[in-house]
């Protein structure tokens, strides 16, 4: 089946979900957020979560598995779409699983949350999409919105492995 005819029938599929990601840092490291918003068929459901001090790409991460936490069944048909060259290339392109094999020898950074998306990741067929940021895509412009409220929101908790330098 080639690559468009895939993607049409994920679209067509009753289960499968659109997912738009996006992740941001005041200063980098500073105060960060991700915004997610699931999109299954007319329902759409909006996550965002603000952090005192971490990393635009640990963001970026965040909001995908905070995505993927957020399905309730698995065998799941996903298009994610982020703007983060960071994470599409590194699922796509077949980064994460050479990290993984060599237990990310090198200072690669982020092997918390990668290993956090790896486990998840296994219960979905997946398939990113880049997008450009802050451009015409609409869904993730209100990522973008809903990752910088949150970076600038109060009751920011603790990134836990960016402060234990994971």
Not at 18 to 45: H, Q
Not at 62 to 81: F, G, P, R, S, W
Not at 133 to 156: I, P, S
Request: hydrophobic content about 35%.
């Amino acid at each position: 089946m080639s690559n468009l005819a895939n993607f049409q029938s994920i679209l067509v599929n009753k289960n499968s979900i659109t997912i738009y990601t996006d992740g941001s840092s005041r200063g980098n490291p500073g105060p960060g957020g991700y915004g997610t918003v699931l999109i299954w068929g007319t329902v759409k459901k909006e996550l965002s979560q603000g952090y005192r001090l971490t990393t635009n790409n640990r963001m970026e991460l965040m909001a995908v598995i905070a995505a993927l936490e957020a399905l309730k069944k698995n065998d799941l048909e996903l298009v994610i779409y982020s703007d983060s060259s960071y994470v599409v290339k590194a699922v796509m392109e077949g980064w994460l699983n050479k990290w993984i094999k060599t237990n990310f020898k090198g200072g690669k950074k982020n092997s918390d949350l990668w290993m956090r998306y790896y486990e998840l990741s296994k219960k979905h067929n997946i398939h990113f999409k880049w997008v450009r940021g802050h451009a015409e895509n609409v869904m993730n412009n209100r990522c973008d919105e809903l990752a910088t409220q949150a970076a600038d929101g109060n009751n920011l908790l603790v990134d836990e492995g960016y402060e234990k330098g994971l």
